[in-house]
């Protein structure tokens, strides 16, 4: 079983900035596709942005160019890096750890962000 912990989430304008982080319990980090997803009031869970065990990262259209993934596996951690918000980025964001073992992954417990003036 792996523990997911996310953390950073909050109130902000609209244009500023969060970064979140989801750290990861076990020492098997590295062996884990990472993800964060979202979900709003009244909508389905979607994927943000995701990296890869080796570093690659995708992301959603509508996030390309202000959000930025990344992770840290010596600290067993990933990373959200969110700037230029929007209303419409106000959700729920969650954390995603997929082992290749475990199809689906674990989930954190999710962190609210709402940007508003």
């Known amino acids: 079983q792996v523990q997911l912990v996310e953390s950073g989430g909050g109130l902000v304008q609209p244009g500023g900035s969060l970064r979140l982080s989801c750290a990861a319990s076990?020492?098997?980090?590295?062996?884990?596709?990472m993800g964060w997803y979202r979900q709003a009031p009244g909508k389905q869970r979607e994927l943000v942005a995701a990296?890869?065990?080796?570093?690659?990262?995708d992301y959603a259209d509508s996030v390309k160019g202000r959000f930025t993934i990344s992770r840290d596996n010596a600290k067993n951690t990933v990373y959200l890096q969110m700037n230029s918000l929007k209303p419409e980025d106000t959700a729920v964001y969650y954390c995603?750890?997929?082992?290749?073992?475990?199809?689906?992954?674990?989930w954190g417990q999710g962190t609210q962000v709402t940007v508003s003036s």
């Open positions: 990296i890869t065990t080796g570093g690659s990262t």
């Open positions: 076990g020492s098997a980090f590295r062996l884990y596709a």
């Open positions: 995603n750890a997929e082992p290749p073992w475990k199809r689906g992954g674990y």
